[in-house]
Each structure stands twice: as C-alpha cells, then as structure tokens.
C-alpha cells in the first residue's frame, strides 16, 4: 500500500522544490553559477608575475659580441646569472620571439632561428620541463612559421611550438591607461617564466621595436586599435608582463622599412646579442643601432617613468671571440 | 478505493519538469561556454580567403591578400597608419613561385602619396627600369606608376636573381597600364 501525502506535504514539498529552482535561478541570473566564478577557470585573468630578484652582483644588461648567435647568447646569459637565474628544474618555460612575419631569416624581421634555439637548449640544460616558443604572427601563422625558420629550430631544440589557432585566447585584466582587457594568447597563463626574445628592427609607427614591442606578439583581437597610441599601449605591456629574461637579438638588424621590411638592403649586420633583466636598458640600446635616442622614442621613457628599467648608463660588453 | 496513480504521476511530471529544464539549462550553458581557453576570436576575413577576388591583374593569380585602407594593419601591421597617410587606400599582394618573390600592390589616393612612400622606403635614388621611377636592388624591385606602387622582393631562400626580379617586375608594370584600381572588390570577375 502507498503512503499518501496529505495536503500539508505536498504544498511543504512544492515550497521546497520552489525554493530550490528560485534559488538556482537566481543563482546563475547572478553568475554564481558561471564557470571560473570561483577560480577553476577565470574568464577574465590577471598577467602572471615572471620577474627574478634583483641580483646587486651581476649587471642588469649586458651585450656580447665577435662570435656565433649561439655563442653569444650562452655568454650573455651567462653573465647575467646563467640561465639557472631565472629557469628552475619542472618551471614551464614560455619563450617570445618576434616571428610575426613571413619572412626567412636573412631579412631580419623575425628573430634569428639560431637565437632561439639556443635559449631553449639552455632552458632545457636548467631543467625547464616544458618550453614552449609561442607567437600571435602579423602574417599567415603557419607559414610564418615555417619561413622565419623559428618552428624548425625550437623544435629541434626541444620546444614546442604554439601559434593561433593551435591555443586560444583569454581575455585578460590589463589595466593600462590604453590597454584594459584585451584578449591574450592563452600559453602566457601557463607560463612559469617568460623569456622575451626580440629583434631590433625599425618601426614604421612606434620608431623601434625590440624587447618592449615585442610584447605585442600576445595581443589577439584588433591591434591596430592601439596604433593611435602606440607608445602608451606598449607601456602598459610592458608594465602587464614583466619578462623573468630579456636576450635582444642584434645579429641582423632592419634599420629601413619595418616592421615588415624584406629587402635585404635594409638589414644590417650587427652580429651581437644583449641579454638582461633590464627592459629599459636592453631597448634604449636598441634604438642606438638603429640611430635614434632613446629619449625620442615615447615608450622607451614611458616605460622608464613606470619603473621598469632605467637607460643612459653604458652597458657592458663581452667579447666572446676574444 | 478511488485510483489516483495517474494525478499523482501528474504531480511528480510537473515537479520534475523544473529541475529538467534547469539541468538542461545549466548543461545547455556550460556546454556553450567554454572550460578551456577561449577559443581565438574568428580572424578578421583574411583576404587570401575565398572570395570573388580573382585576377585584378591580368596574367596573375588570385591576389593572396586585399586589404582595404581600415585593415591595412593585418599585412604591414605598425607601417599602416603612414600608408593611410600617404593616402594609401588598398594593398594586394600576390605570392609568386616562379621567380619565388613576394608582390606587393599599393593604391594611393593620388600620385604624390605613392611617391612619397616610394622614396621613404627606397631612398631618393632612381634607375631606368619599369614604371614612371623605380628603385632596383639585387633582391628588390619598387616601381611607381602613376598613383599605384609596386614592391617586388624576392625570396633570400631562393636566391631570386636581379634579372628574373626585373623580369617579373616589367610584367607586372604591363599589366598595371590595363589594371583599374577602382575594381571591387566582389565585382572581379571569375578565376582565368
């Protein structure tokens, strides 16, 4: 025999149940609901903090000259601490060229592939377990990839290789006086570290792009919104991330025509790298190459003003052949 | 005894229907967000994408790109704003394999704009080659004729000579004394 509610029951019951779906209504109306509301997936993320402690022993920046890309990158690594400063053993390892262009690597948009691999092999011999080379390309990504030369290196070298559309994007919080939330290429939120690998190259609009500039290779959506205030935005990068390593790669520079570029005419050999943990500096140094003052170039002295770094002061040199 | 099993699975349909429908919300929901990284935002309307632009210039291929003055940052990213600028109001470019070399098209408002940018990117100095001036180097070949200017580079990777270069270059000035700037973009014709 089956028990029969009796009227009270059934209206308490009904009470019950309404309070359950109100509640859960109400709940998802508000968002509570929502995935990453309580952490395991924020759609809105805050930048990651990569920088190492300041070291009073070693020099914030330094350049290195008269041998291989490779040879010089170990060596002005290793003068500012070795790569074990900055990549601890198991640290997933997020490494920044400029490979936005489809161009190959005499034409000196792009990183030097050479440059590359070599930061990531000192990344693995410090023990990094997982590095991972990522870039949001200007140009078709796949073939970027393919023409800098950059994929085949860093693979080679030990990496992985990230490009739209193999990861997303986030949408990041930002905070800049130009740059708010902006969507971000979703490898920087995996990263334990970041290492930024640029070229020095001429810069149609911004007058240089190196280690600041580069930072642009992380922005999804329409860049060319920020163009207007191209100085500002790449202040706010800079201020947003914060490299644990800056290595400059100055072995070709584009002095004409960039970003872009692609006449040979246009490129320069340099044949130096600059590795350090001062932004600042290393970009100051940068725009020398190119023959500008730093103090002409608004996001070199925005960036100084923010506190990321200071220039003026020479940096030391290594002579790697010598 | 009266049998009431139908009125009370009426009861237990009507309270369950709720709790379905929100389940079927909730799930619907996460379903339609997404857990991982949110996926890259659909990419602006490349221009090597299918479209009806085909043989803007007679002897050539499809363009691999066209970009109009507001999206001229997808293909020369911070050199767009001195190209609009300059008046720059639409950028082609066609990636050729033989001779491996990259050409660029740009269309300006007038024939002052494309000069200005031509002697911005190579310099003042000027040789006899195709169109109205032309600047020639071993991997480059940048021409103007009248308000539309050429850049042609060929691929370092290839080794594109300065004779092929200035080959594919009188080809294209050819074809730009038949081209007209004005074309539409959805209004080019079918594929040769």
């Given amino acids: 025999m089956t028990h029969r509610p009796d009227r009270r029951t059934v209206l308490r019951r009904l009470g019950q149940a309404g309070l359950v779906i109100g509640g859960s209504g109400a709940a998802a109306a508000l968002g509570l609901l929502s995935p990453g509301r309580w952490g395991w997936h924020a759609s809105v993320k805050t930048t990651p903090v990569w920088t190492v402690a300041a070291d009073p022993l070693r020099p914030a920046a330094v350049i290195a000259r008269g041998g291989r890309p490779a040879d010089l990158v ?61 870039e949001v390309p200007v140009h078709d990504a796949a073939r970027t990839a393919v023409r800098s030369g950059i994929e085949a290196a860093a693979r080679q070298a030990g990496a992985e290789v990230l490009i739209p559309p193999r990861a997303g994007f986030i949408t990041a919080r930002l905070d800049g006086s130009v740059l708010d939330n902006w969507e971000i290429f979703a490898p920087v939120f995996a990263a334990d570290r970041l290492i930024n690998v640029p070229v020095v190259k001429d810069h149609g609009l911004s007058r240089l792009t190196c280690g600041l500039k580069n930072l642009y290779g992380f922005l999804g959506g329409n860049r060319g919104r920020l163009h207007q205030r191209i100085h500002e935005a790449i202040a706010d990068l800079a201020v947003a991330f914060r490299p644990s390593l800056t290595v400059v790669d100055a072995t ?28 600042v500096a290393l970009d100051a140094w940068g725009a020398t190459l190119l023959g500008a003052d730093p103090r002409d170039i608004g996001h070199i002295v925005l960036a100084q003003g923010r506190g990321l770094g200071t220039f003026g002061a020479p940096l030391e040199e290594i002579h790697v052949g010598s | 005894m009266r049998d009431n099993r139908p009125l009370r699975f009426l009861g237990r349909l009507l309270m ?38 085909t043989t803007l210039l ?30 720059c109001r639409r950028l082609l470019f066609w990636t050729i394999e033989d001779p491996a070399a990259e050409v660029e098209l740009l269309i300006f ?13 190579a310099g003042p100095e000027r040789v006899s080659g195709p169109g109205d001036e032309a600047s020639v180097a071993d991997q480059s070949v940048y021409f103007r004729r009248g308000r539309l200017y050429a850049r042609i580079i060929g691929d370092p990777s290839a080794g594109t000579d300065r004779k092929r270069l200035l080959q594919l270059a009188e080809r294209v000035d050819r074809s730009l004394r038949s081209f007209d700037p004005e074309l539409p973009i959805d ?6």
Avoid: H
């Fill in chain 2, 109 to 121: 408002d007038a024939e002052a704009g494309a000069a200005r940018v031509l002697t911005r990117d």
């Fill in chain 1, 252 to 279: 070709r520079v584009m002095v004409r025509g960039g970003p872009q570029g692609g006449r040979l005419d246009d490129v320069v050999p340099v044949g130096a790298i600059a590795a350090g943990t001062d932004p």
């Fill in chain 2, 58 to 87: 007679s002897g050539f291929p499809r363009p691999s790109g066209d970009y109009p003055a507001e999206r001229l940052y997808e293909r020369v990213d911070g050199a767009a704003d001195g190209l609009r600028a300059a008046g």
């Fill in chain 1, 74 to 134: 170990r060596a002005a690594v290793e003068r500012v601490g070795g790569m074990a400063r900055f990549v601890r053993p198991g640290e997933t390892v997020l490494v920044k060229p400029n490979m936005a262009w489809d161009r190959t690597p005499e034409q000196g948009a792009n990183t030097n592939p050479e440059v590359v691999a070599e930061v990531v092999r000192l990344c693995r011999e410090a023990g990094a377990g997982r590095i991972v080379v990522a």
């Fill in chain 2, 187 to 192: 209004k080019t014709g079918g594929q040769p």
């Fill in chain 2, 16 to 53: 369950a229907a709720p709790l379905v429908a929100i389940m079927t919300w909730l799930v619907a929901g996460g379903m339609s967000r997404s857990f991982g990284p949110v996926l890259p935002p659909a990419p602006p309307a490349p221009s090597s994408a299918p479209s009806a632009v």
